[in-house]
């Protein structure tokens, strides 16, 4: 009876401290709501605005912003490129982080902490600092050129700066770490025992990689993809200054709308279906990993 006594005041104890729970999230509730919600709330009121000849916006309620947005050529030319650029460097960046942080989950001691501070490291950089080391390594006489004239590689200058390729580089390494660490997280979750009874059971390291590692390894993946789709959306500093001119981005189109155009309902309109993009990507990435994950079970 005593151990009875003790027990059942306890629950009571537990029981009535659960509905207090949600009033300790309330400050993070009413920051998110003032911080994102009503900005965002007055992005979508501003893009249904209209744009004065000689003026920034008149209050209005047209549909004329998203119309351009999404019928005029040039625009659907400018998502088109900054899907692609996003995608491509979504795949590169998840592909590197992958193999580097599983390279990493296999390791110990010292040398596994060494790795992580070199993961790491990209998280400490601006992209102001970012932008300007690859524009000294991507350039003819830059060190990527000189490296590979000096060690017989190549008998001519180099010049990869204002390429797709640079600016893909220069994406991936603003998000490969945040990619690396969502992909590690999750390897750290699965046993190294299921990769050692795999080769025991004859399989070859390429199929224990295929069948067991990488299903087990999905949801890193997933959100790592995520993450660096987002990223490369977003950001447009960084492809302007190391991609090619032709490479004209869905934020760069906002912040010339913004800045130099002075049209701020079409600015809006622009970033909220970039928005849209965003959340429609992550929610399909979600949706496809959850309906894998059940037609497995």
């Known amino acids: 009876m005593?151990?009875?006594?003790?027990?059942?005041?306890?629950r009571s104890k537990v029981s009535a401290a659960l509905p207090s729970i949600p009033w300790l999230m309330l400050p993070t509730l009413v920051f998110i709501v003032v911080a994102?919600?009503?900005p965002l709330l007055y992005l979508l009121r501003m893009s249904f605005?209209?744009?004065?000849?000689?003026?920034?916006?008149?209050?209005?309620?047209?549909?004329?912003?998203?119309?351009?947005v999404l019928t005029e050529p040039n625009m659907l030319a400018v998502i088109g490129r900054t899907i692609y650029i996003s995608l491509v460097t979504a795949v590169v960046t998840v592909v590197a982080a992958f193999f580097f942080a599983q390279y990493v989950w296999l390791r110990e001691g010292s040398n596994k902490l060494m790795l992580l501070a070199?993961?790491?490291?990209?998280?400490?950089?601006?992209?102001?600092?970012?932008?300007?080391?690859?524009?000294m390594f991507f350039p003819s006489n830059g060190l990527l050129s000189y490296t590979l004239i000096s060690t017989g590689l190549s008998d001519q200058k180099v010049n990869l700066l204002g390429t797709q390729i640079a600016a893909v580089v220069g994406l991936s390494y603003i998000s490969i770490s945040y990619?690396?660490?969502?992909?590690?997280?999750?390897?750290?979750?699965?046993?190294?025992?299921?990769?050692?009874?795999?080769?025991?059971?004859?399989?070859?390291p390429l199929r224990t990689f295929f069948t067991v590692l990488l299903p087990l390894s999905k949801g890193g993946i997933a959100?790592?993809?995520?993450?660096?789709f987002v990223f490369t959306m977003g950001i447009y500093a960084t492809?302007?200054?190391?991609?090619?001119d032709s490479l004209w981005t869905m934020p760069y189109e906002i912040q010339l709308q913004m800045l130099t155009r002075r049209n701020w309902p079409m600015a809006a309109a622009i970033s909220v279906v970039l928005i849209?993009?965003?959340?429609?990507?992550?929610?399909v990435t979600q949706w496809l990993r959850h309906r894998k994950a059940s037609s497995h079970a």
Do not use: K
């Open 2 to 10: 005593t151990a009875e006594a003790d027990i059942v005041p306890s």
């Open 179 to 204: 990619c690396f660490f969502s992909i590690l997280s999750v390897l750290n979750g699965i046993d190294r025992n299921l990769l050692t009874a795999s080769a025991d059971l004859g399989a070859s």
């Open 239 to 244: 492809t302007n200054a190391l991609g090619p």
């Open 223 to 228: 959100a790592a993809f995520t993450q660096a």
């Open 36 to 38: 994102f919600g009503w």
């Open 118 to 135: 070199i993961a790491i490291a990209p998280m400490l950089i601006s992209e102001v600092s970012v932008i300007i080391g690859w524009r």
């Open 49 to 68: 605005n209209e744009h004065p000849a000689g003026g920034i916006y008149v209050e209005a309620w047209s549909l004329r912003n998203y119309l351009v």
């Open 276 to 283: 849209a993009i965003i959340a429609t990507t992550a929610l």
